[in-house]
């Protein structure tokens, strides 16, 4: 089983352009999105594959740009290259609820 993380992002700019950035951090950051789930323009979940040993890396990078909760993690894991899975619930705050995906 893999260890597991919980995030919670809040972006202060339009979705497209919050998402864009995000999976360029991620990317960068030799993560994976293994699933997403999108609610309209006013929020989406994903979740990420990543090794232990970058979870620092994407936090911080996540972190320059947008809104993002605590990194409760604990410091043995940080050179492993253990796989993690990280579930990340995004808030746009520039939504306004009404945007269709066609």
């Known amino acids: 089983m893999k260890n ?6 809040t972006a202060h700019k339009p979705r497209i352009e919050a998402v864009e950035e995000i999976k360029k ?3 960068s950051n030799d993560g994976y999105i293994v699933n997403f ?7 989406m979940s994903l979740s990420i594959e990543i090794e232990a040993n970058q979870i620092n890396n994407l936090h911080q990078g996540l972190k320059k740009t947008l809104q993002i909760s605590s990194l409760n993690f604990d410091e043995e894991w940080q050179n492993s ?3 993690w899975l990280i579930f990340i619930n ?3 705050t520039k939504g306004k609820g009404n945007m269709k995906n066609r």
């Open 25 to 27: 951090t991620i990317a």
């Open 90 to 92: 995004i808030s746009f």
């Open 4 to 9: 597991k993380l919980n995030w919670i992002l």
């Open 37 to 43: 789930n999108m609610f309209s323009d006013l929020a």
């Open 81 to 83: 290259k253990k796989e």
